[in-house]
Each structure stands twice: as structure tokens, then as C-alpha cells.
């Protein structure tokens, strides 16, 4: 008898499956073309089909796209506003800052026009002053020149009159 060892049944094994590799490629196709069969009678069972599912996934993403773009119109027209509002309250503050030169420059004028004035009332009245001091001056040394020559008028007076007392003068 022929012992068979284990080595003689592996490759009797190999070679039996490698003989027929027609029948092997046929049962793997049968095994797979029953995978597609199910998974295929499954969504048609349950309604969801993957042209459905396509179709459903563009018309969602379709819709998210038609939203986002309606917000971003939104937030644009928004932004169009706070410009617009920003230019206006731009000019606003440029008119003001216009109006406040145009009173300041004529702030500046009145108050260079008011010095000139004061200047001259300062001249003026420097004048006045001096006029003032040289009136005091020569009306101060006029009395006393005026009381000298009274005084020789009388004396001359009592001179020239004889045989008259003279008058004691209190």
C-alpha cells in the first residue's frame, strides 16, 4: 500500500483545484453576480434607487447653493448700505470741518482786526497820558509864575501909590 503523507495531499489538492480553473472562475462569477442581484432587488424593494439618491443629493445641494447665494446677496446689499451710510456721515463730517475753517478764518480776522483797534486805542491813550502830563507840568510851573508876578504887581502897586498906607495882606 501508499501511505499518503500530508504533502501529497496538499499538492493533490492544488492540482485538483488548478485543473479546472473554468469551474473556478464560474462559481466566483455566480457568487458575485448574486451580490449585485441582491443589494440591486434591495433598493429597488425599499425605493432607492441610486439615480433617486443622485438626483436628491443635487437637488439638496442645489437648494444649500441657491440659500448660501441668497445670503451672500443679503450680506452684500447689507454692506452696500454701511457704505453708502459711511460715505454720507463722511461728508457730513467733511462739510462741518469745512464750516468750522470758514469760522475759524473768520474768528482769526475779527480778532486780528480787534488788536489793531486795541492798538491803536493803547497809542491813543499813551498819547492822552503824555498830553495829560505835559498839561500838569506847565500848568504847575504857570501858577507859581503867575503868584510871583502877582506878587510884584502889588508890591509895585504900593510903590507907586504916595501918601497911601500900604495894606497888610492876611
Do not use: C
Not at 462569477?29 to 443589494?39: H, K, Q, S, W
Not at 480778532?111 to 486795541?118: A, D, F, G, I, N
Not at 497809542?123 to 495829560?132: M, N, V, Y
Amino acid at each position: 500500500m501508499i501511505e499518503v503523507t500530508s504533502q501529497d495531499t496538499k499538492s493533490n489538492g492544488i492540482a485538483r483545484l488548478g485543473s479546472q480553473p473554468v469551474g473556478l472562475a464560474a462559481g466566483a462569477l455566480i457568487v458575485i453576480m448574486l451580490g449585485v442581484g441582491g443589494i440591486a432587488s434591495w433598493r429597488a424593494y425599499t425605493g432607492t434607487a441610486p439615480e433617486q439618491d443622485r438626483v436628491l443629493v443635487t437637488r439638496q445641494l442645489q437648494a444649500r447653493a441657491a440659500q448660501a447665494s441668497e445670503q451672500l446677496v443679503e450680506k452684500t446689499k447689507g454692506l452696500e448700505i454701511t457704505q453708502q451710510e459711511s460715505i454720507d456721515q463722511l461728508q457730513v463730517v467733511q462739510d462741518q470741518l469745512q464750516t468750522v475753517r470758514r469760522l475759524l478764518a473768520a474768528q482769526q480776522a475779527d480778532t486780528k482786526r480787534l488788536s489793531e483797534q486795541v492798538a491803536g486805542l493803547v497809542e491813543a491813550i499813551d498819547g492822552l497820558r503824555q498830553s495829560f502830563a505835559s498839561a500838569q507840568a506847565s500848568d504847575a510851573s504857570a501858577p507859581t509864575a503867575a503868584r510871583n508876578k502877582s506878587i510884584r504887581t502889588r508890591s509895585h502897586a504900593t510903590k507907586s501909590v504916595p501918601g497911601k498906607p500900604a495894606k497888610s495882606h492876611s
